[in-house]
């Protein structure tokens, strides 16, 4: 018998923070330990994505997964059986031979990257190990900085305004707890200004407050009001990060901004955007520039990615080859890294670790649709991952994560110290 051998592996359908139904896989081991993990579901997805399998047909908008949970229950708990938990190359080698395509829509992304992670859990289950210190975490880990929502928009908003997250990171902040604390008076101010505004509408898919705003760029101007009413000096402890998702309103080198009322190039946009970062205090800027655009991208980095983070979503959906040949050509500057878009752990740590090698940055990512997993925290200090986004400081699907960033802080001789900012491209 060895400890991390594995016994059994479950499929359960369970429910997301949108409602819909995903995939949960539990993988016991012959020692009698169990790790589990559920799969996360993106909205603005890229082309190049691992592909969920859904039944379609009229139950839950098509949404449901009685075809992915029955590739775990029979297929893949028929292959894993036997095999080594903790061999986690291997055990990813076989369930991609087993799907057999590209994109692993056979047996289904969600099934897939459920059952690798649920690998992961229970060969630390078994090795008596939190998860962060299976994967690589030792006493002196730093916990990532957090990249947190304060405005939820684009395809998570009902496309109320064209850019998808408006969000907050506490660049001056030292440890991970007082990035937390910063943020959640951020939070609290920003709701304020649009509850006094007449602008408080609820709150957006990932639980950034739902942008009843004007024009794109008023999003800004509350961010930045916000900062300031929380008592924080923008740019030196609270700087603003964008997500602009741009692969949802632009194709074929046209971005149609809806509540802007116009269309612009990509040289207009790349103007737009260098015109917002002399304005306001941003230091990150993910997807300036749609996915079949990579000309855009590498003059928006050309032209700004000295000064700010460039991440690729979209464009480079968590794939090695890709941040390899993205890293060679300039194209951005920074990766984020979810590991549903890949399909496996493994792929997902080799493309964080190509970001690694080219001197990238790399931000471990959740989805829009999200659950109480709380996994990508571990990924991130296991890794040493140096940032970490979640969506907002609000709904328990994103509480969890920063909670569980907090419980991970306790265990450290740190207490949940932040890399430098030396460590970012905005500190050097
Ligand atoms: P998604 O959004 O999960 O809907 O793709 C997150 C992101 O674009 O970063
Ligand atoms: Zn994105």
Redesign the pocket.
Known sequence: MSATRIASVTGRRLWDSRGRPTVEVEMTTESGASGRAMA??????GTGEAVDRRDGGGAFGGFDVTGAVASVNEEIAATLRGMDAADQDGLDARLIELDGTEDKRRLGGNALIAASMAAAHAAAAALRMPLWRYLGGSDDSLLPLPEIQIFGGG??AGRRVDI??FMCIAVGAETFAQALDWTAEVYRAAGSLMAGAGKLRGVA??GGFWPAFDGNEEALGYLTRAIEAAGLEPGGQMAISL?I?ASEFGRGGVYRLARDGRDLDSGAMIDMLKGWLGRYPIVSI??PLAEDDPKGLKAFTDAAGAAVQVIG??YLVTNAERVRAAAAGGICNAV?V?PNQAGTLSETRAAFDAARAAGWGAVV?????ETEDVTIVHLAVGWGAKQL?VGAFARSERMAKWNEGLRIADALDNRGALPPRTAFPWGR
């Open positions: 996360p579901a993106g909205a603005s997805t395809a998570h998808q997250d898919d990932e997500d998702a993910e997807d979503d979209d984020l979810k990512s959740a989805r829009s649709g986004k």
